[in-house]
């Protein structure tokens, strides 16, 4: 027996290879939806095994730092060093904001390290370029996706930044590029004002008795040395000596001290389960709505085809065709049409979709086997309706009135 | 009557019921010997399609009884359980139009009925080959059916009536579409596959160019079937 199936779509494929084509553009945007959602949570796992952290201390009930404001005094980290299995610890700012150069500017999570040695919990692991930051100013370290080179200098909020060292792939959790600048710079990106509103509460200060006290010289001057610091920061990064339970530390820390405290597992669970849920529902979306789309336009075009062989299907039941025989026609070639769909996505998207989209597109191997079984259940669903028409058609037909 | 051939007696078909109901064919007696060619004539409306629908099992008739060689497929019901086999071995359609498998060439056009009862291939396209020989169409083997001029894609559609030599061939207006050189080129082709291969043939037609052909011919009126004799010319003399 000859496959009947294939014969057709040889003969027509013209038909076949632009309608998969057009599919093929469709499964390539679902599964670049799926990468890019694989590409979040892959951007939330770096963000964090980057962080070097295996606890997050965060402001009491919040889920911070990255899913919340948090803000913990900025010498908290003394008493959680001293405490059981606790290796190292360091401060850590962060702040998404734009940081400019040239008079363009890019977005960038800019993360405040604490002064130390690489290694450091928050420090950048690996650099690809340049060197760590050796001074406690003006100094900055920035992934490449920024677009800065090493001296470049970049502005971030009133101060200037030279980039001495670039690294790869250090992004926050909404896949923006980190650039790295010392502790003490980031906690007054942070905290600062603008020049007006400095003296404007330098005067009401100095117009409230309490502080302007003539008997009491450099009290004044205190107080105003107090107002313009900022001795927040976001979290305190722990490392866990090892031998050690990372739940069994956080748990002495949550003892002793009135914080929050998060391991590893919990921080990947906010931002996979919290931060970014809205942004993976809205794909999932964009998925259900691209299946069907597809699932429409296949059974479309399948009917179309059918249609257009009605005639053929009355004379193959009149000389004796059996059902399964025309079932297999429709099934096969809506098959063969999502494959040549699936072949021609695949190829977009890894050739030219994830490559020109903004986020990072992580297509996984598992995806694509995910994807291909589902184009094949849609596209045989879809050929369900050609096959009741077919099965319809009288072979009456074929002899006429 | 001998043991082959068709033959149908008191045969009847209702389409519908009650008040709209017609009676497509009211008594319809027939017989028609093995490597015998008859033509069917009668005006439109009288019967002729529904009578090859019946006698092709694509409808099923009303009461009656049709015959086939030794048995008896139909008598007040249905007398063999798979039609669709019976339509594949026993017996071949030819159109009025070819109605050829367009993304199949020639070769598998015909070769695609032995296929599907079974035959292998390489057999079912000997097959095919031997009948497009035989019908002078066998140049064109290889040419998808749309290359193909309307006499030829006729003679394609008689080889694939003939291809399983089923004893019966039904031929709905076979010649309608072709000049009278062509149409009496099928008729002689029909007649020598008759004689050849012992089938009973029964042709539907209008066609005043092949009615002298019939050495007996079978009006139908009001689904009434009256036999007459014909003037049984040979198509070769005819077309010279
Ligand atoms: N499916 C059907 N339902 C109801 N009536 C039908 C059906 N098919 C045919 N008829 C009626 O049965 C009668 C015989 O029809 P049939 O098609 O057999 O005629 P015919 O001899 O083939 O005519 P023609 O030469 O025009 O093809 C006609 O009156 C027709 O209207
Ligand atoms: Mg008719």
Redesign the pocket.
Known sequence: MISLAGRDIIHSWGKFVFTGFGLGLLIGITLSMAGIYRGMVDDARVLLDNSGADLWVVQKNTIGPYAEPSSLYDDTWREIRGMPGVKQVANITYLTMQVAKDGSDVRAMVAGISPGTPGTPGWPPLLVAGRHITRSHYEAVADVATGFKLGDVVRIRRNHYTVVGLTRRMVSSNGDPMIFIPLKDAQEAQFLKDNDAIRQQRRRTAANPAFNRPAVPGLLEAAVATQSVNPFVNAVLVQVASGHNPLTTATSIRRWKNLTVYTRAQMEEILVGKLIATSARQIFMFLVILSIVSSAIVAFIIYTLTQGKIREIAVLKLIGTKNRTIIALIMQQSMALGAIGFVVGKISATLFMAPIFPKYVLLLPLDSVIGFIAVMIICILASIISIRAALKVDPAEAIG? | MSMKGIRIEGLKKR??SGDTA?D?LKHVNMHVEAGEIVGLI?P????????LKCLGAVIEPTAGKMVLGSDIIYDNGWRVRDLRALRRDRIGFVFQAPYLIPFLDVTDNVALLPMLAGVSNAESRKRAMELLRELNVDHRAHAMPSKLSGGEQQRVAIARGLVNRPPVILADEPTAPLNSDRALTVIRLLNDMAQKFETAIIVVT?DEKIIPTFKRIYHIRDGVTYEEKGEGRSPTEMAT
């Open positions: 009135g | 389409y519908g017609v497509a009668g439109s409306g009288s019967g002729k399609s529904t009578l209008h």
